[in-house]
């Protein structure tokens, strides 16, 4: 990571912010969200630090928004909707795959130490980087972030106890079944390229996986060797 003096000020965190967020939550725990530790994270996080100063009007609304290089921030409902189904608990070893813009990197680290994160788009994830860095805290928890296929997993630092996928992908892939730990879970949006159901999946066993289908959902494709380049 950059030293903190090298990367650029994120925008203050004011009291109106903090009111937006707020409502924010409101409007999510109205939608259905109950989990409580997940709705605290939402309020916790300064999602406009992970929008372009001039954009930042649009961070409190419950939606999806460009990032550039074609690629999204998800919409807050979304983002509360797969943590809350993710349940990662403190002592957990997380997986994101699809950093994008970092801020549901940075909501899984309010809920536990131990995140990773693989983006594919090198420029994103570069921009990530220095504003991961700019903006958490320097005491505090701070994820292992890396740039490539994670379609394919983090086998060095497998197994996890829950992994995250952040684009939508055509199955599930196989590197992440084998690197979840017994007992651990895997939350991915599965199906054709405009259309994806969450998928929750299981691993009872060494040999055994249970799969749950949620609420339909909307995705950028996950690229990569199992996604929709494989
Ligand atoms: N979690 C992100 C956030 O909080 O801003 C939003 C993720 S965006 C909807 C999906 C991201 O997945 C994009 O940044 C895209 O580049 C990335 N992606 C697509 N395929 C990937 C792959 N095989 N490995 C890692 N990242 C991938």
Redesign the pocket.
Same mark, same amino acid.
């Given at each position: 990571p950059l030293p903190a003096s090298n990367a650029a000020a994120p925008a203050p965190d004011t009291y109106r912010h903090r009111g937006q967020r707020r409502a924010l939550v409101a409007a999510l725990r109205a939608r259905g969200i109950r989990d409580e530790r997940v709705l605290a994270a939402l309020a916790a996080v300064p999602r406009h630090q992970?929008f372009a100063p001039a954009f930042e009007a649009h961070a409190y609304h419950d939606k *999806?928004f460009p990032?550039g &290089?074609g $690629? %999204?921030? +998800?919409q807050p409902y979304t983002?509360a909707y797969q943590t809350a189904l993710l349940a990662p608990a403190p002592h957990h070893r997380v997986l &994101? =795959? #699809? %950093? #994008? +813009?970092?801020? $549901?990197?940075a909501v899984l680290l309010r809920l536990t130490p131990h995140v990773h994160s693989? &983006? @594919?788009?090198a420029t @994103?994830f570069a921009a990530t980087q220095r504003r991961l860095a700019a903006l958490l805290p320097p005491d505090g928890p701070a994820p292992r972030l890396r740039c #490539?296929? #994670? +379609?394919l997993g983090w086998p060095e630092a497998a197994p996890f106890d829950r992994i995250l996928v952040? *684009?939508g992908a055509p199955g599930l892939p196989p590197a992440l079944l084998r690197q979840l730990a017994v007992g651990g879970q895997l939350v991915i949006p599965v199906g054709p390229a405009h259309a994806q159901r969450m998928v929750r999946v299981v691993r009872e066993g060494p040999d055994a996986f249970a799969r749950e289908e949620f609420e339909p959902f909307r995705? =950028?494709? @996950? @690229?990569?060797a199992?996604?929709w380049q494989g």
């Open positions: 992970f *999806a990032i &290089e $690629q %999204t921030i +998800s983002v &994101e =795959v #699809g %950093t #994008g +813009s970092g801020y $549901q990197c693989i &983006e @594919l788009n @994103l #490539g296929d #994670g +379609s952040t *684009a995705f =950028v494709p @996950l @690229l990569g199992g996604g």
